[in-house]
C-alpha cells in the first residue's frame, strides 16, 4: 500500500513536499517513482529513485525544480517541489518500480495558483 500526503494550494514561487508512506512489500529494495496527472490530462512520469537513493531520474519538465529522496529507514519517498509553476497543477502519485506503471497510491492533489 502507498499512502500520499503533503499536497494542497500555494501560491506560483512557492514550495511544497510531497510524501509517500510504503508497506506491505520490502521498500529498501524497491525503485520508486512519482507520476502526476494534471486535470483533464495524460499520466506524466516526472521522477524515480533507484532503492538505495543513489541513482535518479528527473523530467526535463521539472528538473532544477523538484528534487527525488527517500528514507529507507521510515519507509517513505518524497518529492520537494520548489518554484512551483500554474502548469505543476496535477494529482500526484508515489508508485512502485521505475517508470509510471506501478502499483500506485491514491494520489494528493497539488494547485498551483498564479
Known amino acids: ?5 503533503g499536497g494542497g494550494d500555494v501560491q506560483a514561487g512557492g ?18 517513482s ?4 494534471p486535470p483533464e490530462g495524460e499520466p ?9 537513493g543513489v541513482a535518479k531520474y528527473v523530467d ?25 509553476k500554474p502548469e505543476d497543477t496535477a494529482l500526484y502519485y508515489c508508485a512502485k518500480g521505475w517508470g509510471p506503471y ?3 497510491g491514491q494520489g494528493t492533489r497539488v494547485t498551483v495558483s498564479s
Open 1 to 5: 500500500q502507498l499512502v500520499e500526503s
Open 15 to 32: 514550495s511544497l513536499r510531497l510524501s509517500c508512506t510504503a508497506s506491505g512489500f520490502t521498500f529498501s529494495t524497491s525503485e520508486m
Open 34 to 37: 512519482w507520476v502526476r496527472q
Open 44 to 52: 506524466e512520469w516526472i521522477a524515480s529513485i533507484a532503492s538505495g
Open 60 to 84: 526535463d519538465s521539472v528538473k532544477g525544480r523538484f528534487a527525488i529522496s527517500r528514507d529507507n529507514t521510515q519507509n517513505t519517498l518524497y518529492l520537494q517541489m520548489d518554484n512551483l
Open 102 to 104: 506501478g502499483l500506485r
